[in-house]
């Protein structure tokens, strides 16, 4: 077993914060944490497809050039189980002076061997789930992984306060805004869904996500109304489940070059300020952050396979263009775990949220031999197809000569302005009213010229965008027997993207259709509705999570959390998700109804 | 009807500090008042509850007749020095008589609309609300007070279900009564304090923290915000849920600190209800020769044997019955709440809370004690000894669910006891602070 260190940098981190401890000063050092079983059993028929042992697209495919129909695999693999880990964290906290305190916190995460797909690698049943090309072979800086466990550090600061003065110097997370799970105003951190994705409990929102990284944050308190706080943090990007594994989002064909996407930014720092303050009985919130956004889009990369450059001369160097078969050497994965047939590309790309047609377009104009390949087989660029039929007849014919297909995909973390307002106010009114302390959040932020992926086109869409967030919140006494229930309505309006940040003018799309672009009019919009009933003692607690789409998707989560005792709490929940068609933002995980079990016992 | 049955209690006070001649020797000792048949040293349980059964609360009497507890006697404290911060105690005198309650029902010096100038401001209270005012605005008698809390949470088998470290904090910004520049603190102008309270421990509530905001205007609730883990940020939260645990298993409401947890006229029909002796806890349990300030030594009673501190009850000469509505609060689970406050000191040696169909359901009992113990004593800054609550045993007798906090030198985090600390407003106190101190 391959493990990869990436821990030398702490203590250089870490020598430099104890400098300020006086020598004589006794440092106080509490530990406490916890261990986790997390599982969560598939309740669906579905599979999730872009994996490749439950691929959307299997069996025998279609050749619409009137050739042998395209043979793929159908694995029909089964999955129970979406996940069985085990969680362990340990935190250290540490006094070393009045003015000077530590904190680390060490996060194991091994998961257990319940899920299998075809490993694109070598086919065999077996996944990757924590292996990312970013530092080393693992995502995070502080990081030591393989293929079923992960080890790091979310935190490991120094905290230094001086009256109004407070730094905090190390890797942390760093969370602004005040929506919840509707990410406005909350830009500094990139999502880590690697472990289950975003569907863990949704009141406990990115907690468990949001990646940290070495940062640097001072704040300073102008006066009893208000505070200036700026970061600069070393870039860490988002890092998306693993293909092959139980969430994954990238059809598996697709190797994702993060070695490649990463290294131009690994050295970037993104930086921020803000300025909270209360103006009377309202709360405001200003911000602006330069950074290169940790959500990567895509463009299309060179595939490199040499081996079929003589045989594909005559239309230009083959391995410069992003597609290998995966029968001829030099191909990364097995045989037959690529895309295979106009059907499956075009079924696949608008499940991602790929225009299937235009990306074969893109294809064309950018890369010699595949513009050369239409051009020869009687298609005119630029705009070489213009249906899917006609997509998909191109395609035939080029998986007719070279099998099965996989491809590179480089992530790029496009730099990028972020500007954003918010605004708070609790509204009085005649006691047991409905508007009596009703709490309103308001966020908007503003991103100039922001990139978009644009069908992996090295022209990424280029547009401003706008996002706004409401939140009401209220907590109401329905009886006397039991404690308040909190209840909080959200809205979320996007102008140009949707929840994860596609472009909608790429949504919509199906095996038949290509998107129309007809997502775009209007933006992307999204309401959530969350009730949380405590019972007596808070020794039960009931949750309801809703999450709605207007472009047709869905994500209902009850759950019940049950602390008897100090030691223990045990967690259920169920997350029930569903899209009317590729338009929706939750399609990537419609597939995942699931039931979640977690039993935690803490020291 | 002023405080004090043979002459005035506070001239005396401000004379000698002794209130002996205030009461006759029946309301100064417990043996006397029971005509002998309980004395100083004599530990009240099952077996003699009935005698003083007017002298406690609806539920230490349960307690005690029903849940094993024991409650020991001891001198009533006749220095009224051992009663009070020094300080608060100093500023109480040399205010005595210049606080007014204004059109609004605030408390106001004399004859202006300024705010309080420190100190108790109605030592002889003559209606319910003088009587919440005095608990109300300084809540621990000092300008600024950190307390390091051991919680213990005993559920309904007997066992200790679950325990918390809990930091709280307080400063106010009027009614100071160290400040050398006076009673306000400048750019506070119209708030009464900031209170925090977060946990240390255990590991899923560390981090949790909350900042109350007071304004002066009791009118007004105060502003909160949150600190919650999860959510790795500060919000805004609606203050009015002052009647729910804060955390699973624990029997403590924001409500009840201090017996006057809220805004004092977001409650209504504040009316004095009673006076005469009473038994509370006063002196003697502070524990300074004990590792942590710890009561350990002192747990019994309850069905396993580990849920009440055996406390010193003396017999108080004088308390004042105070009742008042949560009229602010139509949909509190709380119909009623009763105070006994003792009539030397004005603090809340007892307190019950009624639910809407008129049934008892929580006490909330605090023991106050000079910080001293033999040659121990932890000291204020001009060498006093200081004086603070020592421990609360709130039981939730519906719920069959009991609290204990004791008052601890330090809790994990780094936090311990302290009073007047310079720099607690930036520590503890602000929304960057609180921001701080969640992880």
């Known amino acids: ?603 | 009807m002023g405080a004090g049955v043979l002459t005035s209690l506070w001239p005396l006070i401000g004379e000698t500090a002794d209130i002996t001649k205030a009461y006759p020797e029946e309301l100064l000792s417990i043996e006397a008042f029971t005509q002998g048949k309980l004395k100083d040293g004599d530990i009240i349980d099952a077996s003699n509850v009935e005698i003083v059964k007017d002298l406690i609360d609806p539920i230490a009497y349960l307690q005690v007749s029903q849940q094993g507890r024991r409650i020991k006697l001891v001198p009533t404290t006749t220095d009224a020095t051992q009663l009070f911060p020094h300080d608060y105690l100093k500023a109480t005198l040399a205010n005595q008589g210049k606080a007014a309650l204004d059109q609004d029902g605030n408390v106001v010096v004399k004859g202006s609309t300024n705010q309080w100038i420190g100190g108790t401001p109605f030592v002889d209270p003559q209606n319910g609300l003088e009587a919440f005012a005095n608990i109300t605005l300084s809540w621990g008698r000092h300008d600024t007070s950190i307390y390091a809390v051991d919680d213990y949470d005993i559920g309904p088998s007997g066992n200790i279900e679950y325990q918390y470290q809990i930091a709280w904090c307080e400063k106010n910004f009027s009614t100071l009564v160290s400040n050398p520049s006076g009673p306000y603190l400048e750019g506070f102008n119209g708030k009464l304090r900031h209170q925090s309270i977060w946990f240390t421990a255990p590991d899923d509530t560390r981090g949790t923290s909350f900042l109350n905001i007071w304004k002066y205007d009791q009118r007004e609730f105060p502003d909160l915000f949150g600190y919650l883990p999860a959510f790795k940020r500060v919000r805004r939260f609606p203050t009015n849920q002052r009647f729910e645990p804060l955390v699973p298993g624990i029997t403590f409401f924001l409500s009840d600190a201090w017996a006057a947890g809220d805004p004092m006229l977001t409650w209504g029909k504040h009316k004095i209800v009673g006076r005469g002796p009473f038994l509370g806890c006063q002196s003697g349990m502070w524990h300074g020769d004990k590792e942590n300030w710890s009561k350990e030594h002192l747990v019994h009673g309850g069905k396993k044997g580990n849920t009440f501190y055996e406390a010193n009850f003396q017999l108080c000469p004088e308390v004042i019955v105070v009742e008042a509505e949560p009229t602010g609060f139509p949909r509190a689970p709380v119909s009623k709440k009763r105070i006994w406050l003792d009539a030397r000191n004005m603090v809340p040696i007892a307190y019950v809370t009624y639910d809407r169909n008129g049934d008892i359901w929580r006490s909330y009992e605090m023991g106050f004690s000079q910080m001293k113990q033999g040659n121990k004593a932890n000291l204020d800054a001009n060498g006093n000894p200081e004086w603070a609550w020592s421990y609360i045993h709130s039981h939730d007798i519906q719920g069959d669910r009991f609290t204990r906090f004791n008052l601890a030198e330090k809790i994990k985090g780094g936090i311990r006891t302290q009073f007047d600390s310079e720099n607690a407003y930036e520590k503890y106190l602000t929304v960057q602070a609180i921001r701080k101190l969640g992880s």
Not at chain 1, 46 to 56: H, I, K, L, S, W
Not at chain 1, 100 to 112: E, I, L, P, T
Request: proline share 5%; net charge negative.
């Open chain 1, 1 to 603: 077993m391959k493990k990869t260190t990436t821990l030398t940098k702490l203590p250089a981190i870490f020598s430099a914060g104890l400098l300020a401890m006086p020598a004589a000063h006794a440092v106080d050092v509490d530990v406490s944490g916890f261990i986790r079983q997390e599982m969560a059993y598939s309740i669906s028929d579905d599979q999730n497809p872009m994996n490749r042992g439950t691929a959307a697209v299997s069996g025998t495919v279609p050749n619409t050039t009137g050739g042998a129909d395209f043979i793929k695999k159908d694995f029909d693999y089964d999955n129970d189980w979406n996940m069985m880990a085990t969680r362990a964290e340990v935190n250290f906290t540490i006094g070393i002076s009045e003015n000077v305190k530590a904190f680390v916190k060490v996060r194991g995460f091994y998961s257990a061997d319940v899920f299998n797909d075809v490993s694109v690698e070598n086919g065999a049943k077996d996944v990757n789930q924590f292996r990312v090309d970013q530092h080393g072979k693992c995502a995070s800086i502080f990081e030591v992984c393989d293929d079923d466990f992960m080890i790091d550090l979310p935190s490991a600061y120094i905290d230094y306060s001086e009256g109004d003065l407070w730094v905090r110097f190390g890797v942390q997370q760093i969370a602004w805004g005040e929506a919840i799970f509707f990410r406005v105003m909350d830009v500094p951190n990139g999502l880590d869904l690697r472990r289950h994705t975003f569907l863990d409990l949704a009141s406990e929102e990115y907690a468990d996500e949001r990646i940290s990284s070495p940062a640097i944050r001072v704040s300073y308190n102008l006066n009893s109304n208000w505070e200036v706080e700026t970061f600069a943090q070393m870039f860490q990007p988002s890092v998306l489940p693993q293909s092959g594994t139980a969430y994954s989002i990238i059809n598996s064909p697709f190797r994702v070059r993060n070695d490649i996407g990463f290294d131009k930014v690994d050295d970037k720092i993104n930086v921020g300020v803000r300025l909270v303050g209360q103006l009377g009985d309202l709360g405001l919130q200003f911000m602006a952050t330069a950074r290169h956004n940790p959500d990567p889009i895509f463009k299309w990369g060179p595939g490199g396979q040499t081996a079929l450059d003589p045989a594909f001369a005559a239309l230009g160097t083959f391995s410069d263009q992003p597609f290998r078969s995966t029968g001829s050497p030099g191909a990364v994965g097995a045989l037959n775990s690529g895309t295979y047939g106009g059907l499956d590309w075009m079924t696949s790309a608008h499940l991602m949220g790929v225009n299937g047609v235009e990306a074969i377009n893109v294809l064309g104009q950018e890369f010699a031999l595949i513009g050369n390949f239409l051009t020869a087989s009687g298609y005119s660029g630029p705009d070489y197809v213009n249906s899917v039929a006609e997509g998909s007849l191109a395609l035939d014919g080029f998986f007719t000569q070279l099998g099965d297909l996989e491809a590179d995909i480089i992530p790029i973390y496009a730099a990028e302005n972020v500007f954003g307002f918010g605004a708070n106010y609790i509204f009085y009114s005649e006691p047991d009213t409905w508007l009596d302390q009703l709490v309103v959040r308001f966020e908007m932020t503003y991103t100039p010229d922001k990139k978009f992926s644009n069908n992996m086109s090295r022209n990424f869409i280029e547009e401003d965008e706008w996002v706004t967030g409401l939140v009401l919140e209220k907590y109401r006494r329905f009886s006397d027997a039991f404690p308040a229930t909190f209840l909080v309505f959200q809205w979320m309006h996007k102008s140009e993207s949707d929840l994860s940040g596609r472009h909608l003018s790429n949504l919509g799309g199906s095996p038949t259709k290509a998107p129309s672009g007809g997502e775009e009019s209007g933006g992307w919009d999204a309401v959530s509705f969350a009730i949380q009933q405590p019972l007596p003692g808070l020794i039960w607690r009931l949750d309801m999570n809703v999450l709605y789409d207007l472009n047709g998707s869905y994500l209902i989560q009850p759950g019940v959390r049950y602390k008897p005792n100090r030691s223990w709490t045990i967690e259920g929940f169920a997350s029930f998700l569903d899209s009317k068609d590729n338009a929706g933002a939750l399609q990537p995980l419609a597939w995942a109804d699931e039931v979640s079990l977690r039993l935690t016992y803490q020291f």
